[in-house]
């Protein structure tokens, strides 16, 4: 045999091999796929089934990437994520050739006025500036983008002194005065990762005029990192403030009190997405969160619904006055909005006690969080813009509005939105998934598997290897004062010279049909729909 | 030495009037509205004055220097045009003559390198003020800055009557060092000059014109 011939064999078996292997791979699972029983659409049309089960697993991606429009997708549209990215980044909200929004569908809308405020009669405070840094596109193909960043001086744009918004003025030995009227909302050191965490307290630090919500898993060394203020949260599970056998504890809670940096104090009642206690997955659980939280390291943590220390309101009141005794801080309670009538019961208790708590966090039904049921976080509470106007009236029908601050929550993550909350009576806003989104979040939403592959939401050491805390803060900051100055940009259109003037005359519904409607509209069908439930009941 | 600044509350004035305090002058912000006072005071002025034309007489008295940041006219809440902008320079200018003012360090509103190869009317409009104050009898210093930026200042600049290069520009902290240092520096008296980011130390810079 020649040269030629071997050849020949050679080229025969290699077609052979080539035809055979995928052949016999394919008759494998063909009757791999027949013979087992879980799956039905296999059984009956074995192999080519399967493309169903790989599209439906890359969907949510392909979706998020390539088919859904810029105003699709949920809990956030492409737009609202890539508004929030840019903001942080580059510190820029310009767009071209107008709005994406849909403007047949219902929605509120801000009123301007004819004569808007000069840039120089607004109210605002810009003495010290910030030294953050931004990025700058230097040129950009269809598979590169160059951009640097630089050090920028920025505009703080907070509120002057005597606008400022004060957390317990008359109640409190250390009221909490507040220049800005965003801040971050209750998020865990162990939900998110520590490099997070320490990117959102470096950022909020240096933004400054604006908080730090330690969310219920305890105060750590990394929330302190940056020196924000912050606003610990005490949930049902009393992370961070409990004796190890469990119970609540005055030392622990006299030692955060008299920390600097903690300005006050948020019982957890419940949470948008959750109104059940909280939920860890064991494999977040280190040494080290264990250690602050006072918990077993590795096991699963399901904090329970209620608090053991108080049952009704005025037990909640007293167990606030003592808390506010012993800290000499503000003490406000979170909640979430459903029935009215209990709403109704606590506020008319604040009015006859003259007790209660400093500030109230009112959390929209569509609040984000880590971890929850699917029928908690769709269905149960109401949305923020149902529920913050009647809170906020509730307390003016009681002559108490003085006496306690609104905060809200809820997917206000632009400052339209955020007005829109300040219009509706919040005099402050909380933000969570606007500043993971500052940090990386992609909107992966797999928050609750240790497993965040931009590395916000894991305590995982190498995922975490991707978040930068030294270049992330920076946009947590530029995310920040850019909240801050879209503020005065639309209080400046409604003819305000503070964002702190905001009322419900300069917001209007519109709905499907073009009609508009005030918010009172709003307060006067949930009472509607009170008494009707009274009557039934009766 | 006491000073005097025009047009303190635009965004270079803010720092000028910091880097006054810094140096251990005593300053009088001009601002074009209320509003404007609170800040300024935060920034170290020890005077905020809300501008007003029956004013003017009085302004001066008692300070021995001034700043005038062109551009921002002391009118400029009122929304005027730039020819009622040169008016006002010039009234400000007659009586700052009047009332002995030793020293008029004014920003140009013409950037540096602007003028060169470029003979538009436009130009030629906002040079007006600068030539005024050529013309006067005071002790002036005209500063033509290039771009200017919001970069943090780091104290190094490049000064010169015309400096060579195609992109100049500066950031607002180290222009406010600048126009505070030509107060006393005397290679800046009876000056106009351009100035840019650099590498050499502001005093330097300004001594070496």
């Known amino acids: 045999m020649g040269l030629t011939d071997y050849l020949v064999i050679g080229l025969f078996i290699f077609i052979t091999l080539i035809i055979l292997v995928p052949v016999l791979l394919f008759i494998y699972l063909y009757f791999k ?59 820029e ?50 598979f590169t983008r160059k951009e640097h960043s630089e050090e920028k001086l920025v505009d703080p744009y907070l509120l002057q002194d005597d606008d400022a918004v004060v957390l317990g003025e008359h109640s409190c ?10 801040g971050q909302s209750a998020m865990s050191y162990g939900a998110l990762g520590e490099r997070a965490i320490q990117a959102l307290s470096k950022g909020l630090g240096l933004a400054g005029g604006t908080w730090m919500n330690s969310g219920e898993g305890g105060l750590s060394n990394h929330h302190l990192v940056g020196n924000p203020d912050i ?36 019982i957890k009642l419940a949470q948008g997405a959750k109104t059940r206690g909280g939920h860890v997955e064991g494999e977040k659980v280190t040494e080290e969160i264990a250690r602050i939280r006072l918990v077993e390291v590795g096991k699963t943590i399901n904090s329970p619904n209620r608090f053991y220390e108080f049952s009704d309101v005025p037990s909640m009141f007293e167990w606030i006055e003592e808390l506010r005794s012993v800290g000499g801080k503000p003490v406000g309670i979170k909640i979430v909005v459903g029935d009215m009538d209990a709403l109704e019961n606590m506020i008319s208790y604040m009015k006859e006690s003259g007790k209660g708590p400093d500030f109230i966090t009112v959390d929209g039904g569509e609040g984000g969080t880590g971890a929850t049921y699917q029928e908690l976080a769709d269905t149960v509470g109401l949305p923020i813009h149902s529920a913050l106007p009647v809170v906020d009236e509730m307390l003016r029908q009681y002559g108490i509005r003085d006496r306690v601050k609104l905060i809200a929550s809820g997917k206000l993550v632009t400052p339209d939105k955020v007005a829109i909350a300040l219009a509706m009576g919040a005099d402050l806003v909380n933000i969570a998934r606007g500043m993971m989104i500052s940090v990386g979040c992609i909107m992966a939403q797999v928050c609750h598997t240790n497993t965040c592959p931009a590395g916000v939401a894991t305590t995982d050491k190498k ?76 | 030495m006491k000073v005097i600044v025009f047009g303190a509350h635009g965004s270079v004035g803010e720092h000028v009037v910091s880097r006054l305090l810094k140096n251990g002058y005593k300053s009088c912000a001009v601002v074009g509205n209320e509003n404007q006072i609170g800040l300024l005071k935060k920034r170290g002025a020890a005077e905020v004055v809300v501008y007003e034309e029956r004013l003017l ?77 050529r013309q006067s009898k005071l002790t002036y210093t005209v500063v033509q800055p290039g771009a200017l930026t919001d970069k943090p200042g780091n104290g190094k600049v490049s000064a010169a009557v015309t400096l060579e290069s195609a992109e100049l520009e500066i950031p607002r902290e180290d222009l406010a060092e600048v126009l505070v240092q030509s107060l006393e520096i005397e290679a800046t008296f009876n000056k106009t000059f351009e100035v840019a980011d650099g590498d050499t130390t502001v005093s330097k810079a300004l001594a070496s014109l």
Request: charge should be positive.
């Open chain 1, 33 to 91: 796929d027949d013979r087992q029983k879980q799956h039905s659409i296999l059984r009956n049309f074995p192999v080519i089934g399967k493309v169903r089960y790989f599209t439906e697993h890359i969907g949510p991606e392909l979706r998020q990437y390539l088919f859904n429009a810029d105003n699709e997708g949920k809990p956030f549209s492409r737009k609202e994520y890539q508004d929030v990215v840019k903001a942080g980044k580059y510190k």
């Open chain 1, 93 to 142: 909200r310009l767009i071209g050739f107008g709005s994406l929004r849909d403007f047949d569908a219902e929605g509120f809308y801000i009123r301007n006025t004819l004569f808007p405020k000069l840039t120089d009669e607004m109210k605002v405070d810009n003495a010290d500036k910030i030294k953050t840094r931004v990025y700058k596109i230097d040129g950009e193909g269809l």
């Open chain 1, 173 to 182: 030995r250390y009221p909490f005065r507040v220049k800005g009227q965003v």
């Open chain 1, 231 to 266: 606003i610990m949260q005490i949930g049902p599970d009393l992370f961070g403030v409990r004796k190890p056998s469990g119970e609540f504890s005055w030392e622990e809670f006299k030692k955060k009190s008299e920390m600097p940096q903690v300005k006050a104090f948020e």
């Open chain 1, 463 to 538: 995922l975490q290897d991707g978040l930068v805390v030294d270049e992330k803060m920076y946009r947590v900051c530029n995310y920040i004062v850019s909240l801050r100055e879209g503020l005065y940009n639309l209080a400046a259109a409604a003819g305000l010279d503070s964002p702190t003037k905001f009322e419900r005359k300069h917001i209007v519904h519109k709905d499907e049909l073009g009609r508009v409607s005030p918010v009172e509209n709003l307060i006067i069908a949930a009472r509607r729909t009170q008494m009707q439930k009274e009557r039934k009941i009766d």
């Open chain 2, 57 to 133: 007489p009085t302004l001066f008295e008692g300070y021995e220097a001034a700043i005038y940041l062109t551009g921002i006219s002391p009118k400029g809440s009122s929304g005027r045009t730039v020819m009622v902008d040169h008016q006002s320079v010039i009234e400000t200018v007659k009586e700052a003559e009047r009332q002995g003012v030793k020293r008029f360090v004014m920003l140009s509103a013409v950037t540096a390198n602007e003028s060169i190869g470029d003979e538009s009317r436009e130009i030629a409009a906002k040079e007006m003020p600068d030539e005024l104050l």
